[in-house]
């Protein structure tokens, strides 16, 4: 995800002088290219993620589209309070790319592993936050959130779903994506772990169980209409996500649910309730110890459908 | 007796307006800084009444200078230089603090004339500094200052502000340094002491001068011209806590103390009396 978002931003910033990329000492050989062919629109701002942030508030204000670069919690948990007074709250034109989203960086430890951020910057007003399923949705988001005035946030993963858009599909911010259709429950999924959604919805045809599947690459503003018609056209809801199971994706469509009065026949979170990881382990061995991979989504999804049919004979006997 | 007719008797005649203004703002408010505003007030008359390129008409005129009132607390003061100057009706600033005003107790950028709202202490720096360096990329002419506190230099993100500044020499950039010596609870020295500041800065890469901050031949000196063309430049401006009311001067107390009553009635005294 990270090469599509450099290979638009690179594409684009040809055309848009007013764009800067600024950077917190990292993207070493990812970043040359573009320095090298803007100078004036790349600033390295050295390991300061706070006056990186500050610094892009004010360029933005002066009417330049600033993004931020950084990796895991660096670009958002370190300079919070730089991104609510002097982004947010200015709504200066700043996009903040987190190139390590979730357990990206698994094997280095929890300093890197970015999941509380979906639950933070969800809470900031005027923030928009597109964390993208796939190659595509990671550039065309790329290319969104430059067209959408004021802050954003852009969570990019290492791991990433198999092409899925379209020809001429067009991507909208806010607009979730139907990847599959299916009849007996949604699987919701925002980022990478988009393609363990995919994987999972694959192995419960095989127990006769059709799965929708659907990418809520924008998490906020959250597309209520997409995520009520497939609570009301499928019954079960299971919201996927590489995140701890408070205040993420889950969080975002129970409360919008609950008040628009939509309920699912079920309602499953996957995520992460185990707190910090103590282990090494790659993205996906990581998930598959907390219970976030294919198999685990299948295991849950059966559990939690036989929970609710038992629920169902108590009920009608 | 002010010399009204000089440039800086007219400054000082402008401090002592915003000194009035700022002891009614918070004596009928419910938050005060009113020692932190008087150790400012004479950098806001000279900056406001002297040194800054601002437009009261078009307060976002691309040419203007940039003023980013990082101490955000002092806002009373910065609100009354700007009343003074024409940015709004000096009757406005009686909403101060008041329900449904845009006038709060830390300075609000929805407020004519306000770049940028502050509050939280250690970001304007940075702010300005991206203001500076759009400056440059631009080859626009305008300078940006900032006003900071002595108390704000405990923040990290200060000294983040500092080394870019100095790496990529902003010349157009100019801090202020509001070294009163006291902070919100304490004296700075007993709480993490900033001597020798003039070298820190120095060392970051910055030109530094130091003023007498109620001087205001010297601020102005100081301020009407960058003082390097290769460097930021940081104005270390020695005050007093309090200035101009003598029972506040150089006191930790009137950091927070609301000025009412009796205070109020001899503090206003004192100030109507120093023509």
Redesign the interface.
């Given at each position: 995800m990270r090469d599509a978002f450099i290979r638009t931003l690179t594409e684009i910033a040809a055309q848009r002088p007013e764009i800067m990329l600024l950077t917190g000492d990292l993207g070493f050989g990812v970043l040359n290219d573009f320095k090298a062919r803007f100078p004036?629109q790349f600033?390295n701002?050295?390991v300061?993620e706070?006056?990186m942030?500050?610094?892009?508030?004010?360029?933005?204000?002066?009417?330049?589209v600033v993004f931020t670069y950084s990796l895991g919690n660096f670009p958002t948990i370190r300079c919070l309070?730089?991104i609510r007074?002097?982004v947010c709250?200015?709504e200066a034109n700043v996009k903040i790319v987190n190139v390590g989203g979730g357990m990206a960086y698994g094997a280095v430890g929890a300093s890197h592993h970015a999941t509380e951020d979906l639950a933070i910057m969800r809470s900031l007003p005027n923030m928009t936050v597109v964390s993208p399923g796939d190659l595509w949705e990671a550039a065309e988001a790329t290319r969104a959130v430059i067209d959408h005035p004021g802050p954003a946030y852009l969570r990019l993963d290492k791991s990433a779903a198999p092409p899925s858009h379209q020809s001429g599909e067009e991507f909208r911010l806010g607009h979730a994506r139907m990847i599959r259709d299916g009849n007996d429950l949604t699987l919701v999924a925002t980022g990478g772990i988009l393609e363990e959604a995919v994987r999972a919805a694959d192995l419960l045809e095989e127990h006769g169980i059709f799965c929708r599947v659907l990418s809520v690459h924008t998490v906020k503003p959250l597309d209520t209409e997409t995520l009520s018609a497939a609570a009301r056209e499928t019954g079960g809801l299971v919201i996927i996500e590489e995140h701890m199971i408070d205040g993420g994706l889950g969080g975002a469509v129970a409360e919008n649910l609950l008040e628009l009065n939509v309920h699912p026949t079920f309602f499953l979170r996957i995520g992460l309730r185990s707190g910090f990881s103590s282990i090494v382990g790659t993205q996906q061995y990581l998930r598959g110890v907390y219970g976030l991979d294919a198999n685990a989504i299948v295991t849950a999804v059966i559990a939690k459908r036989s929970e609710f049919s038992e629920t169902a004979k108590v009920g009608t006997s | 007796m002010i010399d009204q007719d000089s440039t800086s008797g007219k400054t000082r005649e402008l401090a002592r307006r915003i000194r009035i203004h700022s002891l009614r703002m918070t004596s009928s408010g419910g938050g005060s800084h009113i020692g932190s505003i008087y150790s400012c007030a004479d950098i806001l008359a000279v900056l406001y009444g002297h040194v800054l390129n601002v437009i009261p008409d078009d307060p976002k005129s691309g040419s203007r200078d940039r003023f980013v009132l990082s101490k955000g607390h002092a806002c009373a003061g910065l609100y009354a230089a700007l009343a003074e100057r024409g940015f709004f009706p000096v009757e406005k600033l009686a909403t101060h603090y008041q329900n449904s005003s845009d006038l709060c107790g830390h300075v609000s950028h929805h407020v004519p004339g306000v770049e940028l709202s502050t509050g939280s202490l250690g970001h304007g720096l940075s702010i300005a500094c991206g203001f500076a360096y759009a400056a440059k990329l631009a080859g626009a002419g305008h300078r940006v200052f900032v006003l900071l506190s002595d108390g704000e230099c405990d923040e990290g993100s200060v000294w983040e502000a500092a080394l870019f500044a100095g790496h990529h020499r902003l010349d157009n950039l100019t801090v202020i340094i509001d070294y009163n010596q006291i902070q919100g609870i304490a004296p700075v020295t007993e709480v993490l002491d900033l001597a020798p500041l003039h070298d820190k800065w120095t060392s970051f890469g910055w030109g530094v001068r130091e003023v007498d901050g109620h001087n205001h031949d010297q601020l102005m000196a100081e301020l009407s011209q960058p003082l390097h063309f290769d460097r930021p430049t940081c104005v270390i401006a020695n005050t007093v806590k309090g200035k101009g009311v003598s029972f506040m001067e150089g006191t930790v107390l009137w950091h927070y103390r609301i000025p009412r009553g009796d205070e109020f009635e001899a503090a206003l005294l004192e100030l109507e009396n120093c023509k």
């Amino acid at each position: 995800m990270r090469d599509a978002f450099i290979r638009t931003l690179t594409e684009i910033a040809a055309q848009r002088p007013e764009i800067m990329l600024l950077t917190g000492d990292l993207g070493f050989g990812v970043l040359n290219d573009f320095k090298a062919r803007f100078p004036k629109q790349f600033l390295n701002m050295g390991v300061a993620e706070q006056n990186m942030t500050g610094v892009a508030a004010g360029l933005a204000l002066e009417g330049h589209v600033v993004f931020t670069y950084s990796l895991g919690n660096f670009p958002t948990i370190r300079c919070l309070e730089q991104i609510r007074n002097d982004v947010c709250y200015h709504e200066a034109n700043v996009k903040i790319v987190n190139v390590g989203g979730g357990m990206a960086y698994g094997a280095v430890g929890a300093s890197h592993h970015a999941t509380e951020d979906l639950a933070i910057m969800r809470s900031l007003p005027n923030m928009t936050v597109v964390s993208p399923g796939d190659l595509w949705e990671a550039a065309e988001a790329t290319r969104a959130v430059i067209d959408h005035p004021g802050p954003a946030y852009l969570r990019l993963d290492k791991s990433a779903a198999p092409p899925s858009h379209q020809s001429g599909e067009e991507f909208r911010l806010g607009h979730a994506r139907m990847i599959r259709d299916g009849n007996d429950l949604t699987l919701v999924a925002t980022g990478g772990i988009l393609e363990e959604a995919v994987r999972a919805a694959d192995l419960l045809e095989e127990h006769g169980i059709f799965c929708r599947v659907l990418s809520v690459h924008t998490v906020k503003p959250l597309d209520t209409e997409t995520l009520s018609a497939a609570a009301r056209e499928t019954g079960g809801l299971v919201i996927i996500e590489e995140h701890m199971i408070d205040g993420g994706l889950g969080g975002a469509v129970a409360e919008n649910l609950l008040e628009l009065n939509v309920h699912p026949t079920f309602f499953l979170r996957i995520g992460l309730r185990s707190g910090f990881s103590s282990i090494v382990g790659t993205q996906q061995y990581l998930r598959g110890v907390y219970g976030l991979d294919a198999n685990a989504i299948v295991t849950a999804v059966i559990a939690k459908r036989s929970e609710f049919s038992e629920t169902a004979k108590v009920g009608t006997s | 007796m002010i010399d009204q007719d000089s440039t800086s008797g007219k400054t000082r005649e402008l401090a002592r307006r915003i000194r009035i203004h700022s002891l009614r703002m918070t004596s009928s408010g419910g938050g005060s800084h009113i020692g932190s505003i008087y150790s400012c007030a004479d950098i806001l008359a000279v900056l406001y009444g002297h040194v800054l390129n601002v437009i009261p008409d078009d307060p976002k005129s691309g040419s203007r200078d940039r003023f980013v009132l990082s101490k955000g607390h002092a806002c009373a003061g910065l609100y009354a230089a700007l009343a003074e100057r024409g940015f709004f009706p000096v009757e406005k600033l009686a909403t101060h603090y008041q329900n449904s005003s845009d006038l709060c107790g830390h300075v609000s950028h929805h407020v004519p004339g306000v770049e940028l709202s502050t509050g939280s202490l250690g970001h304007g720096l940075s702010i300005a500094c991206g203001f500076a360096y759009a400056a440059k990329l631009a080859g626009a002419g305008h300078r940006v200052f900032v006003l900071l506190s002595d108390g704000e230099c405990d923040e990290g993100s200060v000294w983040e502000a500092a080394l870019f500044a100095g790496h990529h020499r902003l010349d157009n950039l100019t801090v202020i340094i509001d070294y009163n010596q006291i902070q919100g609870i304490a004296p700075v020295t007993e709480v993490l002491d900033l001597a020798p500041l003039h070298d820190k800065w120095t060392s970051f890469g910055w030109g530094v001068r130091e003023v007498d901050g109620h001087n205001h031949d010297q601020l102005m000196a100081e301020l009407s011209q960058p003082l390097h063309f290769d460097r930021p430049t940081c104005v270390i401006a020695n005050t007093v806590k309090g200035k101009g009311v003598s029972f506040m001067e150089g006191t930790v107390l009137w950091h927070y103390r609301i000025p009412r009553g009796d205070e109020f009635e001899a503090a206003l005294l004192e100030l109507e009396n120093c023509k």
